[in-house]
C-alpha cells in the first residue's frame, strides 16, 4: 500500500518532467581557471579588502547559513522600531575619510546595517541581474578606465566592486581603488582568518603574497580592480551546489526523497509555488511584489527601471539551501522558514501584490497540511550537504570576526617602534606581538589620523608632509577588536 502511495506520487510528481541544472553560464572574457578560482577564494574570504580589516565578503555570506548571513542586525529604515524595519547584515563601523571610527547618526558606535537582508550567493550564479532589485547587471566596466570588459554576463563582476565600495558594508567614504591594490600589494594574503581550506593552503606554499597569486592568475603582477572582481566572480561560479535530494531524485533515484518530501514536492506545484520558484533553479529570476509590505518603504525593482508597475518587486530568490537560512524575505522578517511559507496561505493580500503568472491571483486554498508538507520539502530536500557542513568546494577559513578573545584584557602594546624617513616616505617598524597574544593588526595613525590597518608589523607611509614633526601612533587590536594602549613616536625631519 505504502509502495503504491510512493510509486503514484512519484508518477504524479512527473519527475522527469523537470531538468538537471544547466550549466553555469561563464563570460567568455572571464573564463574559470583554477589560480583564479583559488585567488577569488582568499579575496572572498579576506577581512583585509574591507577599509578597516573586520569584514569579509564572506562574513555575510556563509555556506552554512545557505549563502547568507547567520547574524541579523536591525536597521531602522525611516524611523525606529515600526513596520518598516528590516533585519539586514552587520557591515563595518562608520568611519570618516580618514579612516577613523565616527558616530553615526543612525548606528551610532555599532556596526551600520544594510537595508536589505544579504541573500544566498548561490542563487546569483545564473541570474543575468543581481540584488534583490536586479540594479547590478550584465556589461561590466573596467572602473579606473570605463572600458568595457565583459560586453554580457559579468554581474557577479559588477555585483564585486558596487559591493568593496560600499560604505556600509566595507569601504570608508572618498574610498579609492588605489587603496584596495596597494594593500593587496602589501598584506599576507588571508593574514586575520585561521584553519585554511587545502586549495587555499597549498596555494600559499612558496608564495610570499598577493602579486604572484594574481600572476599566476592573470599571467603578471598587476593588481587591478577589475581583477579583484573577475577572481571573486570565477570563485563564486565554482560554487555548483548541484547534489540535493532533490536534483538524485529527478536524477532518478526514487529513495531521495522521503515521503513528507515527496507530498511537499507534489504540493508545490500543486499551489503554483514553481511558477516563480521554478526548477531546477527555483527561481526564474524575475521580479515579482508578492505582497510582503508596502511598497513605500523599499521601492525595489521600481528604483532600477523607473516603471510604477515595478513597485515592491524583488528578485525571486532561489529556494535551493533555503533550509539552511537563518531568515527570510528582503526584509529578514521570518526567522523560521514555516512563517515564511505561512505567509503563502494567511499573508494580508496588500496592493501592488502581482499574480501568478499564469495561475491568476494569488490566493491559495492550502490546507495547513500541505502547508506542512511543503515546509518538510523546504526544509532538507534541496540542502547540499556540502555546503550544510562547508566542504570541498564550499569549505572556508575562520574570520577573525568569528574567533573571540578569550578574556576582555586589552592587547600588548607594540613594541620597539622605530621611524625612518626615506625617499619613498617615513618607514615605520614595530616589534610583533607574539602569536598567542590574540593581537589580530595594527592601527597606524599619523596626526591622530588612522593611515591603515596592516596586519604586518611595518608600514611605508608614502605621504611627504610638511610639517616639522609629526607624531605616529601604534594601536594593536585583537580579534574581538579590543585596543591596545598606543605606542607613539614623533618624526623630526629637520
Ligand atoms: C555587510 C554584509 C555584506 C558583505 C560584506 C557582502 N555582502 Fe553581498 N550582499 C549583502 C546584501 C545585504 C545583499 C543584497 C543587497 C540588495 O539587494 O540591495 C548582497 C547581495 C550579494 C549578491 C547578489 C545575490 C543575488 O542573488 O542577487 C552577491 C553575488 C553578493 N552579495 C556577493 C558578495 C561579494 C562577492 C562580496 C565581497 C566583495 C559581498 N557580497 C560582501 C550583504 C553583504
Ligand atoms: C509570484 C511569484 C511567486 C510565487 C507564486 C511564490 N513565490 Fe515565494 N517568493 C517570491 C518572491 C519575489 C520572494 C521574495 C519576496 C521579498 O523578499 O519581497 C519569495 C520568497 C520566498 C521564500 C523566502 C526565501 C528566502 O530565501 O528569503 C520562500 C521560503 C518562498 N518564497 C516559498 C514559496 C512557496 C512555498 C510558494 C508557494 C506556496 C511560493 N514561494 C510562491 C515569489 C513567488
Redesign the pocket.
Known amino acids: 500500500m505504502l509502495r503504491f502511495a510512493l510509486l503514484s506520487l512519484a508518477l504524479l510528481g512527473g519527475g522527469l518532467a523537470w531538468a538537471e541544472l544547466p550549466p553555469v553560464p561563464v563570460p567568455a572574457e572571464n573564463p574559470i581557471t583554477e589560480p583564479k578560482r583559488v585567488l577569488g577564494k582568499m579575496l572572498?574570504w579576506d577581512e583585509q579588502?574591507s577599509s578597516d580589516n573586520t569584514?569579509a565578503?564572506g562574513?555575510?555570506?556563509r555556506p552554512a547559513a545557505g549563502g547568507a548571513?547567520p547574524r541579523a542586525g536591525v536597521n531602522p529604515g525611516a524611523d525606529a522600531g515600526t513596520i518598516d524595519d528590516v533585519r539586514?547584515?552587520?557591515?563595518m563601523r562608520s568611519l570618516d575619510v580618514n579612516g577613523r571610527p565616527t558616530r553615526h547618526p543612525v548606528f551610532g558606535d555599532a556596526r551600520q546595517v544594510?537595508g536589505?537582508?544579504?541573500?544566498s550567493?548561490f542563487?546569483?550564479l545564473w541570474?543575468d541581474a543581481?540584488?534583490?532589485?536586479g540594479r547590478a547587471s550584465g556589461p561590466f566596466r573596467d572602473p579606473e578606465s570605463g572600458a568595457i570588459l565583459i560586453a554580457a554576463g559579468g554581474a557577479?563582476e559588477s555585483?564585486?566592486l558596487e559591493?568593496?565600495a560600499n560604505g556600509a558594508?566595507?569601504a570608508k567614504p572618498g574610498y579609492r581603488w588605489t587603496e584596495l591594490t596597494e594593500k593587496l600589494g602589501r598584506v599576507r594574503p588571508l593574514a586575520l582568518a585561521v584553519d585554511l581550506p587545502h586549495d587555499v593552503a597549498s596555494a600559499l606554499e612558496n608564495v610570499s603574497g598577493y602579486p604572484q597569486l594574481f600572476a599566476a592568475a592573470f599571467g603578471d603582477l598587476d593588481i587591478t580592480p577589475a581583477r579583484v572582481a573577475f577572481a571573486?566572480a570565477t570563485y563564486?561560479r565554482t560554487l555548483l551546489a548541484d547534489d540535493t535530494p532533490w536534483d538524485r531524485y529527478i536524477a532518478g533515484d526514487t529513495t531521495a526523497l522521503t515521503r513528507g518530501e515527496l507530498y511537499g514536492w507534489q504540493a508545490m506545484q500543486d499551489f503554483h509555488c514553481v511558477k516563480c520558484h521554478v526548477p531546477p533553479l527555483f527561481t526564474n529570476n524575475e521580479f515579482f511584489n508578492i505582497g510582503l509590505r508596502r511598497s513605500e518603504f523599499d521601492r525595489g525593482r521600481e528604483a532600477v527601471t523607473g516603471d510604477p508597475e515595478d513597485a515592491g518587486e524583488m528578485?525571486v530568490p532561489s529556494l535551493r539551501n533555503v533550509g539552511l537560512r537563518p531568515r527570510f524575505m528582503h526584509t529578514g522578517e521570518f526567522a523560521v522558514l514555516g512563517a515564511a511559507v505561512a505567509f503563502y496561505r494567511t499573508g494580508p493580500a496588500l496592493p501592488d501584490r502581482d499574480d501568478i503568472p499564469g495561475a491568476g491571483i494569488y490566493s491559495f486554498n492550502m490546507s495547513s497540511l500541505s502547508e506542512a508538507d511543503i515546509r518538510t520539502f523546504l526544509a532538507a530536500a534541496l540542502t547540499d550537504p556540502r555546503v550544510r557542513d562547508e566542504q570541498y568546494p564550499f569549505d572556508r577559513p575562520v574570520l577573525r570576526t568569528e574567533r573571540h578573545s578569550t578574556d576582555a584584557t586589552q592587547p600588548e602594546p607594540p613594541t620597539d617602534l622605530e621611524a625612518a624617513p626615506g625617499a619613498h616616505g617615513i618607514t615605520l617598524h614595530w616589534r610583533p606581538a607574539r602569536d598567542d597574544t590574540g593581537v589580530a593588526d595594527y592601527i597606524v595613525e599619523r596626526d591622530e589620523h588612522v593611515v591603515a590597518f596592516v596586519t604586518e608589523n611595518e608600514l611605508v607611509d608614502p605621504e611627504t608632509t610638511t610639517a616639522r614633526s609629526t607624531t605616529y601612533r601604534i594601536i594593536a587590536r585583537d580579534s574581538a577588536g579590543n585596543e591596545s594602549i598606543p605606542a607613539s613616536i614623533v618624526v623630526n625631519l629637520d
Open positions: 572572498f579588502l569584514v565578503c562574513t555575510c555570506h548571513d539586514g547584515s552587520p557591515g544594510t536589505r537582508l544579504a541573500p550567493i542563487g546569483a541570474a543581481l540584488f534583490w532589485d557577479l555585483q564585486v559591493t568593496l558594508e566595507m571573486i563564486e528578485r
